[in-house]
């Protein structure tokens, strides 16, 4: 039986681009280019008449951009959408995440050009990006403002008086990662009483703008994190590029360069570990959605060592991969939706013991 065959739509204003982006997909028999749309308006009409498995889209574009391109499609007839980007400055990166807020699932770089050392490894994790995309169930979206309002104080569970002071929050995110992010750090206090170190795993070159966007979109300073930086409270720190975040026995940030785990670097499992290792159950450990199982069993870990571990629910995770390999490992004590999160974390940080 011959394999199923993913079914693009490219949407993108540069011919050249397009015209690129068309051979590339056509020249692999594992897709079929069904469609080429111009901008955003050509893009909502054909998706009305025929359904791809997966957009490629495209951000700035005259008529309708790929942000209200994407809000339409998701509100309307869902599909797996995926942004590129031909910028690498952190402006221009972060309408990508604004675009994935409204719906896209990832977001890929187009700008290595052809005979370039980059171009063949870009083209690679193009293709696995859509092909991946291509096979989550996406759900229709309903328009909602820009910017998240700190969540209720009673959309958490019932919480436990904590025995100790919690020093640290660690948190493993993957794909569909950025817009959880961004909910869940706008929930928190402007005072919230500890620092929290952030794994997400996204393309290579797009965490500035990530860092930046969240920043200005949630109130929590999030940075990318150096080698022996001191954490401070009610700032968020993300692992860099292609490199471990963990803690050491001072508290201070460790990056490492040592194997992948689970095929990735930088890797939740090595950044749970050594929080359970040095901070133990004065931390808090959480995983959000994602593919793979990536810091499931490392948050088992965290857990057994007295530790409170969350876990993102299905109904509100893009994929269901990592938090749900932790929940059938009975690695979380609590399984919630990013707005409970945000409120449990701040009773349970910024409540003393």
Request: net charge neutral.
């Amino acid at each position: 039986m011959e394999a199923h065959r993913v079914k693009v739509l490219i949407v993108e204003d540069s011919t050249v681009v397009r015209l690129l982006l068309t051979h590339l997909l056509k020249s692999d028999p594992d897709f079929e280019v069904i469609g080429t749309a111009n901008d955003g308006e050509e893009a909502v009409a054909f998706v009305a008449r025929q359904m791809p498995d997966v957009i490629l889209m495209d951000v700035h574009m005259p008529k309708l951009d790929g942000i209200e391109a994407t809000r339409r499609i998701m509100e309307t007839q869902p599909v797996p959408i995926v942004m590129t980007s031909a910028s690498m400055a952190p402006n221009d990166i972060s309408w990508t995440f604004t675009a994935m807020q409204a719906g896209a699932l990832a977001v890929v770089d187009k700008t290595a050009r052809m005979g370039s050392p980059d171009f063949d490894e870009m083209v690679l994790r193009l293709k696995q990006t859509l092909r991946l995309m291509s096979e989550v169930k996406v759900v229709r979206r309903w328009n909602r403002p820009g910017k998240n309002q700190p969540a209720k104080d009673g959309v958490g569970p019932p919480l436990p008086t904590p025995a100790v002071q919690v020093r640290l929050v660690a948190i493993g995110v993957s794909t569909g990662g950025p817009p959880v992010l961004q909910t869940l750090l706008s929930g928190l206090p402007k005072d919230f009483a500890a620092p929290l170190l952030i794994v997400q795993h996204i393309t290579p070159g797009f965490l500035t703008g990530l860092t930046e966007w969240l920043t200005q979109t949630t109130g929590i300073p999030t940075q990318i994190a150096t080698h022996g930086l001191q954490p401070l409270p009610g700032r968020a720190y993300m692992a860099p590029d292609d490199a471990h975040m963990g803690i050491d026995s001072s508290g201070r940030i460790v990056l490492a360069k040592t194997e992948p785990e689970n095929s990735l670097r930088p890797a939740v499992s090595y950044l749970f570990r050594t929080v359970t290792q040095f901070v133990g159950r004065q931390a808090i450990g959480v995983l959000l959605t994602g593919m793979g199982k990536d810091g499931a069993a490392d948050l088992k870990l965290l857990r057994q060592c007295g530790a409170v571990t969350i876990a993102q629910d299905k109904e509100s995770s893009v994929v269901h991969g990592m938090p749900g390999e932790a929940i059938a490992l009975d690695a979380a004590t609590y399984v919630l939706p990013p707005e409970a999160i945000a409120v449990t974390l701040a009773r349970l940080v910024n409540r003393r013991p």
